[in-house]
């Protein structure tokens, strides 16, 4: 039963939950103008938490949130940003067609989308 | 389709038009989907301001005759478990969807079986039993609500649809079998749908209230007789390789039973042979069937496998009537065992089993034989 597998992968999984809480506050480096950057937009309203995603991701980029939505349930979120490459994995195994994810110019203010 | 949606389409195709209900997780896309779904085909979507309200709204819905239906989660059923007993005693049909998450309290949102006394035993004051359907994948929740509205007209009882957490929020394809809608039946004999409505002079009272005791008894005992009539003509379950020879037989329900069907392949694989009783129908219970499977030579264990913290686990110490050893095994809190816990526990078990038969009544709940 794949939904199960999700749950112990985010329970028990090596990594993303330990990274969860360290993410918001990332900013890229200068450095780098050029380069893309992939910013999930996840309707937190919509994630039951069931962190199909989270196991989906070739590069542990999505973690789960140490905060519950209304509904209660943990949310995905983006706890390794710079790790994404784009595969859009999470995207189409999302049940509750969640997830979207902007590329933009990395120097992009992203903070209000 | 996602667990919760279809079972509120499926209400919808099986010709329910009324729903009142409260929002919780983990059941909210029920009343979220007929919030919409409902005015198309004009029927009645109301959310209440409480689910004690609700319970009323049912019991005052089904009282005059329409078919009704309400969902929630364990803290919500435990609100509407007074009008529960009201509906079950004026024997009224309605369905009630509960779609358990931990307890007890508030405990949290994650899939849960803790509600099997609750909906099996009463939950309510009084000698009242609940039909209670235990769907184990998406469809076969499509298909028990489809059954759920004939069986409570049936009986005039409320029947329940025990799910959990998981079952509402998994996604699966389904499939709406038009043959399971039934036309709602004749209700004119008792329901309060209005002298002008049926052309009748006589009146009709819905009540529950018999101060004469000589009364109340044979009320109790009308009541009692229906439910040994659902023990007699529903029970269900599903056998699961109960054909040939098996040294185990599990008895689980719902998810869980999910779990110990993979558990049973990978042991087969090893070369363990392990069958199953899959209750489909809580209450009644399969009692005879788990009695016969357990009195099979080969079989020489019973184990109750749940996601509760030992309740299934008596009645099928009760349908094994002390023939073999029953142990108990389950998780809680929202954690589902998975297959290779419970198959790690199953090979434990085996390989202390000579022990435990020895202390049948001490030795019942696993791990405790020292």
């Known amino acids: ?113 | 389709m996602k667990g919760n949606e279809a079972i509120a389409e499926a209400a919808v195709r099986a010709g329910c038009l009324n729903y009142f209900a409260y929002p919780i997780t983990p059941q909210s896309e029920i009343a979220e989907y007929l919030s919409w779904r409902l005015p198309e085909v004009g029927g009645v979507f109301l959310q209440a301001e409480s689910e004690v309200a609700v319970g009323y709204m049912i019991f005052g819905a089904a009282a005059a005759g329409a078919r009704v239906f309400t969902s929630s989660s364990s803290p919500g059923i435990s609100l509407m478990s007074e009008a529960i007993s009201y509906i079950a005693a004026a024997e009224c049909p309605a369905v009630f969807v509960n779609m358990c998450r931990v307890g007890p309290g508030l405990g949290g949102i994650l899939p849960s079986q803790a509600d099997y006394f609750q909906s099996v035993k009463g939950g309510g004051h009084g000698d009242y039993r609940l039909l209670v359907l235990a769907p184990a994948s998406v469809q076969e929740a499509v298909e028990m609500t489809m059954m759920a509205f004939p069986l409570a007209e049936k009986y005039r009882n409320p029947v329940m649809i025990m799910g959990d957490g998981l079952i509402g929020q998994m996604m699966e394809p389904v499939a709406f079998p038009e043959g399971l809608a039934q036309e709602p039946s004749n209700k004119d004999d008792w329901a309060t749908n209005g002298m002008a409505t049926r052309n009748s002079e006589r009146r009709n009272l819905v009540k529950t209230l018999y101060l004469d005791a000589q009364e109340a008894n044979q009320h109790n005992l009308k009541l009692k007789a229906k439910y040994d009539r659902m023990k007699q003509e529903d029970v269900l379950f599903e056998p699961y390789r109960l054909g040939g020879d098996y040294e185990l037989l599990i008895v689980s329900y719902g998810t869980m039973s999910r779990v110990c069907r993979t558990t049973i392949d990978n042991l087969k694989e090893e070369g363990v042979e392990v069958g199953m009783i899959r209750p489909r129908t809580v209450f009644p219970f399969p009692e005879k069937a788990v009695f016969d499977a357990a009195s099979k030579d080969s079989c020489k264990h019973v184990v109750s496998i749940e996601m509760s913290m030992g309740q299934l686990v008596e009645d099928v110490e009760r349908s094994v009537r002390g023939i073999r050893p029953v142990t108990w095994y389950g998780k809680c809190g929202g954690e589902v065992p998975t297959p290779e816990e419970v198959s790690a526990f199953l090979k434990e078990m085996l390989s202390e089993r000579s022990v435990l038969r020895t202390d049948l009544n001490g030795g019942l709940y696993g791990q405790d034989v020292s």
Not at chain 1, 26 to 34: L, T
Not at chain 1, 86 to 98: E, N, Q, T
């Open chain 1, 1 to 113: 039963m794949s939904t199960n597998k999700a749950h112990i992968c985010m329970k028990d999984g090596d990594g993303p939950k330990g990274a969860v809480g360290s993410s918001g506050e990332k900013h890229h480096p200068a450095s780098q103008p050029k380069k893309k950057r992939h910013i999930h937009r996840i309707d937190s309203e919509r994630c039951k938490g069931c962190g199909l995603c989270v196991s989906a991701c070739p590069n542990q980029v999505l973690g789960q949130s140490d905060h519950v939505n209304p509904k209660g349930y943990y949310p995905a979120v983006q706890v390794q940003p710079d790790k994404c490459i784009f595969c859009a994995l999470c995207c189409l195994i999302c049940p509750d067609v969640a997830i979207t994810i902007d590329e933009v110019a990395s120097d992009t203010d992203t903070r209000k989308t």
